[in-house]
């Protein structure tokens, strides 16, 4: 009798491990329970997204407001569309700015609104007109070390 309720309590370790390690996964691989019933869709063009992915958060004020869907390369405009899934409760004015974003230093990348003032809101199907591309680490420190070297040859 003693061996078998040693069994129960081993077994439901294990399944409480798993559990565990499954919700953990989700939480890596950014696979939230996001997925409103009413959303609208709208879109951006970024010069350069760094390492946005799809799924990844579209936040205003620290809140998830929605959900990047969809990435594409764009052969007119030679610059990446990001196509976002946006909550229908939140409504952004149409001269709303977006960035791309890092949480952290070395966090994951979103796209962050900053409400403009406009008294039209976006609709489905409208497009972001002011964006702000990733910041890419390398860039800023190759930028960094020609201002140091231009600045040292002054002297």
Do not use: C, H
Not at 51 to 76: D, M
């Amino acid at each position: 009798m003693q061996r078998t309720t040693m069994d129960l309590w081993v077994g439901l370790f294990v399944v409480m491990g798993i559990i565990a390690l499954m919700i953990l996964s989700l939480k890596v691989g950014n696979l939230n329970v996001y997925n409103p019933s009413q959303s609208y869709v709208i879109t951006g063009n970024f010069e350069n997204i760094g390492g946005l992915k799809i799924r990844a958060p579209v936040k205003s004020a620290g809140v998830v407001v929605g959900r990047v869907t969809n990435i594409q390369f764009s052969t007119e405009t030679y610059d990446a569309v990001v196509t976002m899934s946006m909550d229908a409760r939140f409504q952004f004015p149409k001269d709303t700015f977006a960035s791309i974003l890092t949480s952290g230093l070395l966090g994951e990348q979103y796209i962050g609104l900053a409400a403009g003032g406009d008294e039209a809101m976006l609709k489905a199907g409208d497009k972001i007109m002011k964006t702000n591309s990733a910041m890419v680490l390398e860039e800023l420190i190759g930028r960094f070390l020609f201002n140091k070297a231009a600045e040292d040859d002054s002297f």
